[in-house]
């Protein structure tokens, strides 16, 4: 089977450019954690950022990995410059681990990139999970 992609929904994307001073410090930081399991996996008993992410000895290495794939090793900026489909990224106000510049300036590259925002964190729960399915009813044409 072959299909393509017509549209993309993007939830908290983390966007980071290496031309950026602000953003290599992300990514500097990052490196740090993935460098020292034993204390991602001590932090992670105590620090909550996302209640439904669970940091113990049997999902570091997942956690550990993500963040080198997903984050310091991504280049997500650069190819949302150039889609040609619709994309639409949710992201919360309240989200401490996004560059919001980033997620507007790159919008602003791309008329194809249209931004929603909901008052809450990075976590998909509560408020954000109901404007996400809303956003997702709309692509699909469903009604609420």
Known sequence: YSFGINHVILCSP???????????MYIRFYS??????????????????NKGMK????????????LESGIENQDSYARLQKLKVPVDIMYGRLDILLITN???AVAKQNKNIKLHTVAAGHEVSGLYQSKLIGL?????HIED
């Open 55 to 66: 940091i113990d000895e049997q999902t570091l290495p997942a956690y550990i990995k993500s």
């Open 102 to 104: 980033n997620l507007k």
């Open 32 to 49: 740090f954690l993935r460098s020292r399991p034993s204390a991602v996996l001590k932090s992670g008993r105590y620090l909550r950022l």
């Open 136 to 140: 997702i009813n709309k692509m699909l």
């Open 14 to 24: 983390p966007l980071y450019t290496t031309a950026k001073e602000r953003d290599k």
